[in-house]
T-cell receptor, first 112, second 114 residues
Framework: DAKTTQPPSMDCAEGRAANLPCNHSTISGNEYVYWYRQIHSQGPQYIIHGLKNNETNEMASLIITEDRKSSTLILPHATLRDTAVYYCIVRVLGQGAQKLVFGQGTRLTINP | NAGVTQTPKFQVLKTGQSMTLQCAQDMNHEYMSWYRQDPGMGLRLIHYSVGAGITDQGEVPNGYNVSRSTTEDFPLRLLSAAPSQTSVYFC?????????????FGDGTRLSIL
């Protein structure tokens, strides 16, 4: 699976949009981009995923560049409860283990 | 809407003791897996299962056993606990091992081996 690079930490004001970048320059054509977050010591929470088109759900939007070498997770109106570590993961589909390789992620702090 | 349920939430063991970490899901997912999370190491895959009766090893399987007799349950067994197994354990499930649907995680079991 391709490696990802994320900034170690970011701050965002409450009510503003939080934009979290991720570089995945070695991504291959059949690898999906997934975003998870981990709040304090809870289990990882799925946020969104995509292949090459932009995606939106009730939690966030995912913008993937045309060359697919980077993506941005957007939390449109951040709240204090969005403070968490956010993980960008790329994964190829196939048989066997669905191993999700969690890197160090971005620690996002939402400030009041 | 329970999702993935792990029990117990906390456990302290002595070296050499055995125990079973329970994981159950009510989403009729075929794929289930166990991860451990250590500080600064991210999540590492221990064992996984693509359906009832089928299990396989992940990247750190030593010291752990699993079985999958039903679709809903995927217990993780420590036969002889060692201090190196002190960690937070997460169970995850998804519809299958081959589609793009995301894995859903439980809230973890925090295990300390003395």
């Amino acid at each position: 699976d391709a490696k990802t690079t994320q900034p170690p930490s970011m701050d965002c004001a409450e009510g503003r949009a939080a934009n979290l970048p991720c570089n995945h320059s070695t991504i291959s054509g059949n690898e999906y981009v997934y975003w998870y977050r981990q709040i304090h010591s809870q289990g990882p929470q799925y946020i969104i995923h995509g292949l090459k088109n932009n995606e939106t759900n009730e939690m966030a939007s995912l913008i993937i560049t045309e060359d697919r070498k980077s993506s941005t997770l957007i939390l449109p109106h951040a709240t204090l409860r969005d403070t968490a570590v956010y993980y960008c993961i790329v994964r190829v589909l196939g048989q066997g283990a669905q191993k999700l390789v969690f890197g160090q992620g971005t620690r996002l702090t939402i400030n009041p | 809407n329970a999702g993935v349920t792990q029990t117990p939430k906390f456990q302290v063991l002595k070296t050499g003791q055995s125990m079973t970490l329970q994981c159950a899901q009510d989403m009729n997912h075929e794929y289930m897996s166990w991860y451990r999370q250590d500080p600064g190491m991210g999540l590492r895959l221990i064992h996984y299962s693509v359906g009832a009766g089928i299990t396989d090893q992940g990247e750190v399987p030593n010291g752990y056993n699993v079985s999958r007799s039903t679709t809903e349950d995927f217990p993780l067994r420590l036969l002889s606990a060692a201090p190196s197994q002190t960690s937070v354990y997460f169970c995850a499930s998804s519809y299958s091992g081959t589609d793009n649907q995301p894995q859903h995680f439980g809230d973890g079991t925090r295990l300390s081996i003395l």
